[in-house]
């Protein structure tokens, strides 16, 4: 199978977006102030809320949908012991080492997740996957050509589970539906078969990519977008009266981003680059990386009286490059690449201990 880089591409312009989210984040979560001696906070204007909302309306359940396009693919490719293996060590011991390495900054060990709450979904989903690999039924099912109307039963399933996952969680609000796991033992059903459904989503996908034929035409994208739009805009409007309703709504924009950003990479991102394979291999170690100096400078940011969107903005060039620089730094060329990008792919190998005398 050809490579496909507009998957790629989309991958890391989710990770990446990371960035974007975490740069205003001492103005939507000022409980991080006073760590820094700041007791005086400032309300979040409103631009950032919405841009929070957009964002993190399609995110993950895209990155999720994304991983399990990929699964298969390794699946396919490696085979079921060796596929949980990979996963083990890229996501189970990145995820140990970086969340032990956050959490115990404050001095505490409370098996705290922070923004890498993902990982720890990520390897619960390779497992109940391949475990559902051994079951020819829903091996089958998962792996099955699928025509319109089943295709459109699947968009339509994906639009409840977010109404289905509110119920689950016992929660109608906004603000708190879907909210990330803050500890390892913290897990909610609602969340768990939200994203779940995104990532079987994406297993059919692999098995249906004629569909990626469809969804890069501009007589299939304009709809979406103007769909997408309309449920965006009517979920703010109902954002202050939290009812079923307006999950359906998040439902839809939820589905709908996701439809077209596949559509439109699938369009715009035909062939690989420098630059693109460059994003490729920066993107993970970036969202790994990013969020103190992003914080901190953010915060010394707000100290010299800068506006938010100043803040925004400079957070983000400054997150960016240093991560980039911290990559390289303590990354690339060390042990630590064995688990992020895996010993295949490590500038730094222990070849010359298997050479010959």
């Known amino acids: 199978m050809s490579r496909l880089y507009n998957l790629d591409f989309l991958r890391a312009f989710a990770m990446l977006l990371g960035l974007a989210v975490h740069a205003p984040l001492i103005f939507y979560n000022p409980t991080i102030l006073p760590e820094f001696g700041i007791y005086k906070t400032t309300t979040a204007e409103e631009w950032i809320w919405i841009m929070l909302i957009f964002i993190t309306n399609w995110r993950m359940p895209l990155f999720f949908l994304l991983s399990g396009f990929f699964s298969v693919m390794i699946l396919k490719k490696r085979g079921v012991q060796k596929f949980l293996s990979a996963r083990t060590i890229r996501i189970g011991g990145t995820g140990l080492v970086f969340c032990l390495l956050f959490d115990s900054m404050d001095g505490q060990l409370d098996y705290t997740l922070g923004h890498l709450w993902f990982l720890y979904y990520l390897l619960l989903f390779a497992f109940i996957f391949s475990f559902f690999q051994k079951s020819e039924l829903i091996r089958n099912l998962l792996n099955q050509n699928m025509n319109t109307s089943k295709l459109l039963l699947l968009l339509l399933f994906l639009i409840i589970t977010m109404p289905i996952a509110s119920i689950l969680n016992l929660d109608w609000n906004p603000d708190t ?119 901190i400078f953010s915060v010394e940011l707000y100290k010299a009286g800068y506006s938010q969107i100043d803040i925004f903005i400079l957070s983000i060039i400054f997150g960016f490059g240093v991560s980039v620089v911290l990559y390289y730094l303590l990354i690339k060329f060390t042990p630590l690449n064995w688990l992020i990008n895996g010993y295949r792919k490590s500038s730094f190998q222990l070849n010359f201990l298997f050479k010959k005398n």
């Open 177 to 295: 539906l879907l909210a990330p796991p803050e500890t390892l033992f913290e897990l909610k059903p609602g969340n768990l078969f939200f994203y779940f459904s995104y990532f079987l989503s994406g297993v059919l996908l692999y098995s249906n990519q004629k569909f990626f034929i469809q969804l890069r035409k501009i007589k299939i994208l304009i709809p979406i977008i103007f769909l997408s739009m309309t449920a965006f805009l009517f979920q703010l409007i109902e954002s202050t009266n939290p009812t079923a309703f307006h999950t359906l709504l998040r439902g839809i924009n939820t589905l709908g981003w996701c439809l077209f950003f596949l559509g439109l990479s699938t369009r715009l991102v035909n062939s690989n680059s420098k630059i693109l394979r460059w994003l490729i291999e920066l993107s993970y170690p970036i969202y790994l990386l990013h969020i103190l100096p992003i914080v």
